[in-house]
């Protein structure tokens, strides 16, 4: 992103917001019921994310950048996600779909005249770069990945297009080593080579990590299939105390979205069911069933130190190409609505030979969300600061469903280890013998 000059900047920049607005508009392109019910108490209305988004960058681009006057402060309070929480958000006087779509273009309108004005060279950190598209662009690609997941739970059909992936492949060596040393973790500091990176990716450090295994590819539904039908479900051996309740307390026996019919699965994706396809990673699990998987395997999760490190120390694992422009790399940016099949990316491998790191699934990690060494927050302590704790669980590598420019080998994202809603699988890793 950064290397372009300041006029192709922009034109990048503007093209981006061109583009997240038109997939937002895409996933909202449904009934007002549709759009305005409660489809999981999970989530927010979709004409919720949808205010938000807008909302979001009238906040930091035209306040914050362009010292603009807000254009309608007496909504600002119902689209603060920490507000109200998801379940409630139903019940507020929430703009209606079409003054929602109206409310964002106005918003968008303005933000162009300021791209065109501002100084992408300023050194203010909000300006410079264009820091502040950066933010904006990847938290609306963020809020379009929740609406997938949410128009996934409201299992209406016909919504969300599928598309084409290349077909897998065998692993011959199904794990890679690791050898023992130190690694840059993060990024940012001396040679910023992110520039658009969030400050939980920041800064770089080293890290000496003793040699292990990973997983060449995420772990798949027939392999995943394996532990269920072993009945590891039912043997409290391979959870953790917290995850046995948890799935005990709600009956929970298989991935979300799987149902058993006599010998075959099935699942429902987008509203329509289908055999649970055997080579594609495992998608719509929690931490706890990942880290039950694990144990059981006679593995354990990496820790996302030991996940970024099997990426070799670039922007993406193959490199520094940019992954939106060739579908060679990574299933990513939704090019179909699944996962792609184990083997599928062999040109996406790290420079250690681990593929699909980037694209399919989210990858539940060991580690904790907690602050590097050195952290300092930027621009707002509600993006990472308050989540930190032994309270949610790193994710890291994006799925099928993250858009190329919200993504890297960096990126930290985090849930609850309860969470099965987000495109979210796992790989395995073990410590040298
Ligand atoms: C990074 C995915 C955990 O969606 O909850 C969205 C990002 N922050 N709006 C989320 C976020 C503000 C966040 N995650
Ligand atoms: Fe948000």
Redesign the pocket.
């Known amino acids: 992103m950064g290397n372009a000059g300041p006029t192709g900047l922009k034109e990048r920049i503007a093209a981006e917001l061109a583009a997240v607005r038109e997939r937002s508009l895409a996933y909202t392109d449904a009934d007002d019921d549709m759009l305005v019910r409660q489809h999981s108490p999970l989530m927010s209305p979709l004409v919720w994310d949808l205010a938000?988004v807008g909302n979001?960058e009238e906040l930091w681009v035209l306040r914050e950048v362009g010292g603009i006057e807000p254009l309608r402060p007496e909504i600002d309070h119902l689209y603060d996600?920490f507000k109200y929480p998801r379940k409630d958000r139903p019940s507020l006087p929430l703009l209606g779909p079409a003054e929602a779509r109206k409310y964002i273009s106005g918003v968008r309108g303005r933000v162009l005249d300021v791209l065109d004005r501002v100084d992408l060279t300023d050194p203010d950190p909000l300006r410079s770069g264009g820091y502040v598209f950066g933010l904006v662009l990847q938290?609306e690609h963020?809020?379009d990945?929740?609406m997938l997941a949410t128009l996934q739970l409201s299992r209406r059909p016909g919504l969300v297009r599928d598309g084409e992936l290349p077909p897998g492949r065998p692993a011959a060596e199904p794990e890679v080593h690791i050898p023992a040393g130190v690694f840059t973790m993060g990024t940012g500091g001396g040679t910023d080579t992110t520039p658009w990176a969030?400050d939980n990716e920041r800064p770089a450090h080293r890290i000496y990590l003793p040699g292990y295994w990973i997983d060449r590819h995420p772990v798949t539904n027939a392999a995943y299939l394996e532990f269920v039908e072993d009945g590891g479900y039912r043997d409290p051996r391979w959870w953790l105390p917290q995850g046995w309740e948890w799935a005990e307390r709600n009956g929970v026996e298989a991935p979300l979205f799987w149902t058993r019919d006599g010998d075959t699965w099935w699942r429902v994706r987008f509203g329509r069911e289908e055999p649970v396809p055997p080579d594609e990673p495992v998608q719509h699990v929690s931490w706890y069933e990942a880290d039950a998987y694990a144990r059981w395997a006679g593995k354990r999760l990496p820790t996302e130190a030991e996940w970024e490190k099997a990426c070799g120390g670039r922007t993406y694992p193959w490199g520094e190409a940019d992954p939106g422009r060739l579908g060679r790399w990574a299933n990513l940016g939704h090019r179909a609505a699944r996962p792609a099949p184990a083997g599928a990316f062999p040109d996406g491998a790290s420079p250690y030979g681990v593929e699909q790191l980037i694209g399919d699934v989210w990858e539940w990690t060991d580690s904790w969300f907690q602050p590097y060494p050195g952290y300092r927050c930027f621009p707002y302590e509600?993006?990472?600061k308050v989540?930190f704790g032994e309270t949610?669980r790193v994710l890291r590598g994006g799925s099928w469903a993250t858009h190329p420019s919200a993504v890297r080998t960096t990126f930290?994202?985090?849930?609850y280890p309860i969470r099965r809603q987000?495109f979210a699988g796992f790989r395995c890793a073990r410590s040298e013998d």
């Open positions: 938000h979001y996600a938290h963020q809020h990945e929740t969030y509600e993006y990472s989540f949610y930290r994202n985090w849930d987000i």
